[in-house]
């Protein structure tokens, strides 16, 4: 028993539980750790995706705006452009770590304006070292990549927007 957790495995159990409690006394959000091949990942709680989730709302936000104040009416064009884009948002089933394509050397699954088959993979979310394959559930055209390769994601979030066929 004690080779094991020594040799085979690069974290032990009592430093997880060590670390786990460190990032709860702390209110640390993520931890990542390496050590040679293994990689150990600690995330507490939920990542705002306010973005999109708050799109409705946007907009009668930043009416507001320039009046309240004047000076921030450069900000403005800026904060308005991503809440334009509607159409059919593809979400993240699970926390993990997004990839525009199946290996390093390959293209992405799919590129902003091309056009998709309800079934067609999208993109993997890779969680537990399980690559997952994340297909469309709509026929149309890819408006918006929301996501770059290798990016941690999190339950829910929005990793592209699709325009369906009419």
């Known amino acids: 028993m004690g080779n094991e957790s020594h040799n085979t495995d690069a974290f032990a159990i009592d430093e997880v539980r060590e670390l786990l409690k460190l990032v709860k006394e702390n209110e640390i959000h993520e931890l990542s750790i390496e050590r040679g091949e293994s990689r150990l990942r600690i995330k507490r709680g939920?990542?705002?995706?306010?973005?999109?989730?708050?799109?409705?709302?946007?907009?009668?936000?930043?009416?507001?705006?320039?009046?309240?104040?004047?000076?921030?009416?450069?900000?403005?064009?800026a904060v308005a452009a991503e809440?334009?884009?509607?159409?059919?948002?593809?979400?993240?089933?699970?926390?993990?770590?997004?990839?525009?394509?199946?290996?390093?050397?390959?293209?992405?699954?799919?590129?902003?304006?091309?056009?998709?088959?309800?079934?067609?993979?999208?993109c993997i979310v890779e969680a537990m070292k399980m690559m997952n394959e994340i297909e469309s559930d709509v026929a149309g055209r890819i408006l918006k990549i929301l996501v770059k390769n290798?990016?941690?994601?999190?339950?829910g979030q929005p990793l592209m927007i699709i325009e369906p066929n009419a």
Do not use: N, W
């Not at 993240?92 to 590129?111: I, Q």
């Open 46 to 77: 939920h990542a705002p995706v306010a973005p999109v989730m708050m799109q409705s709302s946007m907009p009668h936000m930043l009416q507001m705006q320039p009046s309240a104040a004047p000076g921030s009416t450069a900000t403005a064009p």
């Open 83 to 122: 809440p334009i884009i509607s159409g059919h948002t593809i979400t993240s089933p699970m926390v993990g770590t997004y990839y525009a394509t199946p290996t390093p050397k390959d293209p992405p699954f799919v590129s902003e304006g091309d056009v998709v088959k309800s079934g067609d993979r999208l």
């Open 150 to 155: 290798g990016q941690p994601v999190e339950f």
